[in-house]
């Protein structure tokens, strides 16, 4: 495999990271990631804005512009033969002398396979384990995930598929993934302490009468349904909790319907 790397595309297991970049021994850096089919990335512009958007608010110096990357994404993806999968760029913070101010940094672009969640989980749906927690810099898609990677040896343990985050009462996100609410047919997701997803973005589209407002932890455990989005998640079902049945403990047809919706969006997005 091929990956881009700084400057050039070059062989994968040819790319080298500095030891004392602050990228990895502060763990100061951005990343997206986005998927491709057929080879061709989805909604790819919404990923490179939020990705551009990342690095100024970090205040890492992205030398190329969104125009450059989304070539170099798209000789990659040739280069690749990356029919199905997955495309990181990664920019780190940079090597500096006092190992804490960010300085040129470097950009990676690769290629992955696809880990999508079994389909058993959505005809199921998943168990969430609450958990006492906030994203600091929510909105910056950071590489810095210590905590999620830390704590999913306590979730897996608890039998969970994944947590939900909250803190005073309010809910916020998954791990790696935003969550929406629905009771009595009004659909709601939270508006603070989250990374803008670009599947929630999606999902807003087709459903613009959800409400973006302050959720608390008890109004997720009365929901009839609940699902959460991402990027390899799509919109997948939440049935459990902690030990709370969500609604009836299966997907809701809200949350169905809207699986096949975002699924005809994809289809429609690649005829583009
Ligand atoms: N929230 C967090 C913390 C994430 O890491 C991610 C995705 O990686 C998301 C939400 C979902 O974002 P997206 O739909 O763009 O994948």
Request: charged share 25%; glycine share 6%; with cysteine.
């Amino acid at each position: 495999p091929f990956c881009f790397a700084n400057d050039r595309i070059i062989a994968s297991d040819k790319a080298t990271l500095h030891p004392m970049d602050i990228g990895l021994i502060r763990g100061y850096g951005i990343f997206d990631f986005f998927r491709t089919a057929h080879h061709t990335p989805l909604f790819l512009s919404d990923y490179l804005d939020r990705f551009i958007r990342s690095a100024e608010k970090t205040h890492l110096k992205l030398d190329l512009n969104k125009e450059e990357l989304a070539q170099i994404v798209h000789d990659l993806i040739s280069r690749n033969d990356l029919e199905f999968g997955g495309v990181r760029m990664v920019l780190t913070g940079g090597v500096s002398e006092n190992h804490f101010s960010p300085t040129a940094g470097q950009l990676f672009i690769f290629c992955e396979a696809l880990d999508f969640p079994a389909p058993s989980k959505y005809e199921s749906g998943i168990k969430l384990l609450a958990v006492e927690h906030i994203r600091a810099i929510a909105d910056i898609k950071t590489t810095n995930y210590a905590f999620p990677v830390w704590h999913s040896a306590i979730w897996k343990k608890e039998g969970a598929d994944d947590v939900l985050y909250h803190l005073n009462g309010q809910v916020s996100e998954s791990s790696r993934s935003n969550i929406f609410v629905i009771k009595d047919g009004e659909i709601a997701t939270p508006n603070k302490h989250i990374l803008h997803g670009i599947t929630r973005k999606r999902v807003l589209e087709l459903i613009p009468q959800t409400e973006i407002k302050a959720i608390s932890l008890e109004e997720v455990l009365r929901a009839d349904e609940l699902f959460i989005t991402s990027t390899t998640k799509k919109v997948l079902p939440v049935t459990q909790i902690d030990n709370n049945k969500i609604g009836s403990g299966k997907p809701g047809p809200i949350t169905q319907k809207l699986m096949q919706d975002f699924a005809i969006m994809e289809k429609e997005n690649l005829q583009k």
